[in-house]
């Protein structure tokens, strides 16, 4: 092979044993390490004993919580209640202020550690170039070169003795990289999960902060009424029936379905919940948000089933996109053929500014998703054959399923929220444009309904 022109260089084996000698202080300093913890053994101990202290109080203060709502209404009962949960909820903060101090000194270890690695990391890659370079240089010697060599042909030899050993430098730096870069993905998974589990303590706090509030402006009421005035808490308790018909009989709006009433919807969200872990509030969220993003996209009809193309279900103008011709309408003609429908009168959504409409339902899944998930959904519901997108109920088990799938019944602000953007792009949150806004609108949606609704009927 022809080979460019270069100067004769001579090497001596003195120079190649120095380097050597360089490359394995290298190695050596890409072995394993440890770290000395921030908090000595006595305080993590004394921490975590206050923790499972307060923890043990919290189930104490959470069945004495259950205890007073089995009782009989009157003003006692409802002060006692209050009283209750106010404590449960100081003591829930107590326990995540301890958790967030005992994962903000781990955090930190995590930092330090990950930090340290990718030094290693660093100056094993820049070992691994020196090695390379001087492989390629000894490697690159024709015999005329050995033989115009100033050094002699057993010295050239010894060469080559310290360039088999720089080869198996080279083999150690490279099998030393590979763990420290394993070891340092490790190292940021566990430093997002903690990250992630501080964020939730600190956004439940907040939540119960509140709550703690809004509890105790209640009490202070009631202790008011307390004083000789029956007739005053019963017009509390008929006005509190009242409020709880209303928010039972307001109508929750479904994407492309009749709305329904709010009590049913939550019967749904709750049989759901039953099934995946997802919390209703949260069910109820995401199809509130699907409702209204409904509204700004609008409904399609598919006609032309080889394109996919169709028109606005409102303007009558034609729609490019509706539906995907080769990945989604073959399932939506088996979905409508089980259930009953015509596939050109049948709304599914319009495309938005980017590629294809033809989610169905309340739940908002594209009918290839759905056909996928259909057993499941049947499963779950106890029924056979083909689910009905447009089925509230059936919707609802569908959302459920696949937010337990992305995550969210592990409960908490961030696997929630995640779920959500996933929900909406198929990504993390950040990862897709409008999918953050989304999903923290989602969060918003299910903090009001808990709220100003699920709660308003608790103890009716």
Request: one cysteine or more; a positive charge.
């Amino acid at each position: 092979m022809e080979r460019k022109s270069r100067s004769v260089r001579t090497f001596s084996p003195t120079i190649y044993i120095a380097f050597f000698a360089l490359a394995t202080l290298a190695f050596s300093s890409l072995a394993p390490f440890a770290h000395a913890d921030n908090l000595t053994p006595a305080q993590r101990a004394a921490l975590q004993a206050e923790l499972s202290q307060v923890e043990a109080e919290e189930v104490a203060a959470q069945k004495q919580l259950t205890d007073v709502q089995a009782q009989s209404a009157s003003i006692s009962r409802d002060i006692n209640l209050i009283t209750a949960r106010i404590k449960t909820a100081q003591l829930d903060i107590k326990a995540k202020n301890l958790l967030i101090q005992s994962l903000g000194n781990d955090i930190t270890q995590k930092e330090n550690h990950i930090t340290d690695l990718q030094s290693h990391i660093d100056r094993g890659k820049q070992s691994l170039s020196d090695l390379l370079r001087k492989t390629r240089e000894l490697d690159a010697y024709s015999l005329p070169e050995v033989l115009l060599s100033q050094n002699s042909i057993s010295t050239f030899f010894t060469d080559i003795d310290t360039f088999q050993s720089i080869q198996d430098g080279l083999q150690i730096t490279f099998d030393q990289l590979q763990t420290d870069q394993a070891s340092t993905t490790a190292e940021r998974n566990a430093l997002d999960v903690r990250r992630n589990t501080e964020i939730d303590a600190r956004y439940a706090i907040q939540q119960k902060e509140s709550s703690i509030k809004s509890d105790q402006k209640q009490k202070q009421q009631l202790l008011t009424l307390n004083k000789g005035n029956e007739k005053a808490y019963s017009n509390l308790v008929a006005q509190k029936q009242t409020r709880a018909v209303q928010i039972r009989a307001a109508l929750f709006s479904l994407r492309d379905s009749a709305a329904i009433p709010f009590g049913q919807a939550l019967q749904y969200a709750n049989a759901a919940s039953l099934k995946t872990g997802v919390r209703p509030a949260f069910i109820l969220a995401i199809l509130t948000q699907e409702s209204a993003l409904g509204k700004n996209v609008g409904s399609c009809y598919v006609t032309n089933m080889q394109t996919g193309d169709g028109i606005n279900a409102k303007t009558n103008t034609m729609k490019a996109k509706v539906m995907n011709p080769t990945r989604d309408i073959p399932a939506f003609s088996q979905i409508l053929a089980a259930i009953g429908g015509d596939i050109t009168k049948t709304a599914v959504s319009c495309p938005m500014s980017y590629g294809w409409g033809g989610a169905m339902g309340p739940s908002q899944f594209i009918p290839s998703t759905w056909v996928l998930l259909a057993n499941r959904i049947a499963s779950t519901i106890g029924i056979s054959g083909m689910p009905d997108p447009w089925n509230p109920a059936h919707a609802f088990t569908a959302s459920a399923l696949y937010l337990a799938d992305l995550g969210a019944g592990r409960g908490g602000y961030t696997a929630e929220r995640t779920a959500a953007c996933k929900y909406y792009s198929g990504k993390a949150c950040g990862l897709a444009t409008g999918n953050t806004s989304y999903g923290n609108s989602v969060i918003a949606q299910a903090n009001t309904i808990q709220t100003t609704m699920i709660d308003q009927l608790s103890g009716i």
